[in-house]
């Protein structure tokens, strides 16, 4: 059974940065794409980025585009997602889950983290 766990978030700034850990046990990464999704009040469920088991494919939502970058360290079995130029609209909470379709369109979450709450504030 895949488990995943998120840790990095807290408080920042607008104009910071912050990394998120998405730490897999049970299974590899090796064979399973891991997707960051985001939920803020008011808002819709986000897929914020997506890395392939290969990492053959990454993608970023248009929001993010230009300033979140995914990332894999296979050694730890885990994947990141560092955060630059953090704005009032990332606030949120951030989960990572496995996505069935490895990033490609339409996602297949599956299995989820417990999710780690991300604010940006002054």
């Known amino acids: 059974q895949m488990r995943l766990t998120e840790f990095g978030g807290g408080l920042v700034q607008p104009g910071g940065s912050l990394q998120l850990s998405c730490i897999a046990s049970?299974?590899?990464?090796?064979?399973?794409?891991i997707t960051w999704v985001r939920q803020a009040p008011g808002k819709e469920r986000e897929g914020v980025s997506c890395?392939?088991?290969?990492?053959?494919?990454?993608t970023y939502a248009e929001t993010v585009k230009g300033r979140f970058t995914i990332s894999k360290d296979h050694t730890k079995n885990t994947v990141y997602l560092q955060m630059n130029n953090l704005t009032s609209e990332d606030t949120a909470i951030y989960y990572c889950?496995?996505?069935?379709?490895?990033?490609?369109?339409?996602?297949?979450?599956?299995?989820w983290g417990q999710g780690t709450e991300v604010t940006v504030s002054s």
């Open positions: 890395i392939s088991n290969s990492e053959r494919f990454t």
């Open positions: 049970g299974r590899s990464l090796d064979y399973y794409a």
């Open positions: 889950a496995t996505d069935r379709n490895y990033c490609v369109g339409p996602p297949v979450w599956e299995n």
